[in-house]
């Protein structure tokens, strides 16, 4: 009896293994090495001029080209741009900013000036009690100079709004890319850990029927429960990440994509310019052009301040008319005024105005300085992220990834053979899924520098 309950457990272990042996080689040896399939040449390559490709099999979808309902990255990065409402919002500012500039130029509107200058309150004793009318126009008049200048800084603000809202679209660009790209990574983690369950399942159906047959344990059943609960709850927890990637990826697209497959097969970003040719145009991005012209324009506020050292002026003409029982109206008198602002307070008012000013311009090219060189220590650390992270690819693509990959099946053969145990080989599996996920994890990092830099190139501007 007990003969022949061990032949049935040997029976029951080598349908297990033949069963398994082509899960193993088929869904999950290569799953990742074809997410790196981009040649060695590319990934070794400078990274400043090469951009790898990044992709991945998509189990039991069809593929991207023949669908065309998927969403694509740049389809998304079209809709996030067609949806960026403060974009539209600062170019309304812009707008709004140009017309002041237009108006500032000139004078303001008169005004008119009409009523009764004396009523008598009394009658006198000739009773010629007489009611005067005046009737005038008053003009205020601002120095051209100082008219020139609230012009000019009101245009050079509103061009720097227009920057502004250029910056804008970049930042949008960037964050859609950002958000596509942790998609990719939840989605492609999915295929892996799901590929690597259908495996476990079969090594827990394996633990059982051996230990059914007594050729095994209770140890060896538990342990490989335990391992796919954790995977499953795993599974879990990167289908949640999954879900509230997509919900950032609506905020910026407007667009609902819950019913919408995407084109996850795929990414291709543009080519990074080289690193020197970034540096030299670092100037020319929408951020520190609007910046700059901050600067300008709080440099013609001090322009501003200073014309206040000019008086402002008025003239007024306004005649008069007086009103008596015996002699009706009658033309009275004329009158011409010019009225000037006088600068008793310079030290206490007009000094601070310029004060405040220069303080104002001072700030302004402080910050300037500061941001260029945020930018500046930016582009250096993505360019040395982007070598390291090329370098780390390569290696987990030559290097990592195939002894994993032998060492799965090395265990798998040992286990065959009763060379090892169970849990030997489960470590085995273990190690070769963290080394899958921490090579899908590079390629997104690397993928998330060259979207730094991409945004340093002013691409999509």
Known sequence: MRRKTRT?????????????????????DEAVLKILEADEAATRAEPSTTTPKLRAPVAGRRAVTSDVNSMTLAEAERLAQ??????????????????????????????????ISEYPTRSTDNGQDAVKMVV?????????????HESAQLELMGKGQSARAVEQQLLVLRETRKAWLD?????????????????LAQLVEIAQNQYRAGSGNQSDVLQAQIELSVLKDK?????????????????????????????????????VMERTRIEQTLDRLPLLQAMKLDA?????????????????????????????????????????????????SKKTLQDRWLAGSEKDYNSALFLLADQRRDLKRMLDREVVNIQRLDERVAFYRDMILPQAAQNAQAALR??????????????????ELESKLDALRLLVERALAQVNLLYLTGDGA
Request: hydrophobic fraction near 45%.
């Open 296 to 344: 300008d324009a709080a440099k013609e506020g001090v322009e501003v301040a200073r014309a206040r050292a000019t008086p402002e002026w008025m003239w007024e003409f306004e005649t008069s008319w007086s009103y008596t029982k015996d002699g009706g109206v009658g033309s009275d008198a004329v009158a011409a005024l010019i009225t000037l602002d006088v600068p008793f």
């Open 8 to 28: 049935l457990g040997w029976v029951f272990w080598c349908v297990g293994i033949m069963v398994l042996m082509p899960i193993q080689a088929a869904d999950l």
């Open 136 to 148: 005038g126009i008053q003009q205020s008049v601002t120095p051209v100079r100082r008219r020139k």
């Open 183 to 199: 998609i990719y990574l939840q989605h492609h983690t999915l295929i892996i850990l799901r590929q690597t369950r259908k495996i």
């Open 235 to 271: 599974t879990s927890q990167v289908e949640t990440a999954r879900e509230t990637a997509l919900v950032e990826l609506t905020r910026w697209t407007g667009s609902n994509l819950a019913s919408r497959e995407l084109a996850l097969d795929d990414i291709d970003l543009p080519v």
């Open 414 to 431: 040992a286990y065959q053979a009763r060379v090892d145990d169970f849990s030997q080989l489960m470590r085995a599996r273990q190690k």
């Open 82 to 115: 067609d949806n960026n409402v403060m974009f539209k919002a600062l170019r309304e500012k812009a707008g709004a900013l140009v017309e002041q500039s237009t108006a500032a130029t000139r004078l303001t509107d008169p005004k008119l000036k009409f009523g």
